[in-house]
């Protein structure tokens, strides 16, 4: 299922977080798969477990599988092989799809054009400048593709990173789906980001 010049995502076991990188296969041999992945700095090592997901006849499947091999030629580059059968994985609303290399920002607060993180159909991470507290709630805006999305979100994790720069894990509170809230616009966000990635690393863009 997997083809030379296929796009594909990456799952790295992290905690409670579960973030879609985008790569794509650049080569295959006697079933070990040679992939390029987008973002030069993900934590992968020889021997890892991971997940990868991938598009199958109009179906999101996902495959256990483990990195035999990392190498920096300049880009990053993974050999893996597939350890198990792939599966039906249409249950992703708890997936976070990468967006560190597409350059959307989000408002949180009073701050604006805060660099987005990642997104899932129920939350997203940003980093910013200012402080706030473990549990509170900030109003906060996401722009994609010419439309606005603007809700209330709580702040569920807090990472200090270098140069006073904060990152925010957030989850959106309002169980209202109006057109112009945010968890709607989460959803096109997410699904939109994926099907970009997909066709940007398989080269058809």
């Keep these: 299922m997997l083809s030379m010049d296929g796009g594909f995502f990456l799952h790295i076991p992290n905690g409670s977080k579960r973030i879609l990188h985008p790569a794509t296969i650049v080569g295959t041999e006697d079933e ?3 992939a390029e992945l987008e973002e ?9 477990e991971v997940l990868i997901f991938y598009d199958f006849r109009r179906e999101f499947m996902q495959q256990p599988a483990c990195i035999r091999r990392v190498t920096h030629d300049p880009k990053l580059i993974i050999e893996f ?3 198990g059968e792939p599966v039906s994985a249409e249950s ?7 967006a560190v290399m597409t350059g959307l920002t989000a408002t949180l607060g009073s ?12 939350g997203f ?4 400048r200012q402080s706030y507290d473990l549990g509170s709630f900030v109003n906060a805006a996401l722009r994609h593709e010419n439309h606005q999305y603007r809700d209330r979100v709580c702040v ?19 169980k209202n789906r109006h057109a112009g809230g945010t968890p709607k616009g989460l959803h096109q966000i997410s699904v939109s980001l994926e099907r970009e990635q997909l066709r940007r690393v398989a080269g058809t863009r």
């Design 32 to 34: 070990i798969h040679t």
């Design 40 to 48: 030069p700095d993900l934590p992968v090592a020889d021997g890892q």
């Design 81 to 83: 092989e597939t350890t």
């Design 92 to 98: 992703r609303q708890h997936f976070r799809v990468s």
């Design 111 to 122: 701050e604006n054009a805060c660099p987005l993180l990642d997104v899932s159909r129920t």
């Design 125 to 128: 991470s940003v980093v910013a």
């Design 156 to 174: 569920q994790s807090i990472r200090d990173l270098s140069r006073g720069r904060i990152r925010y894990g957030l989850h959106c509170v309002d």
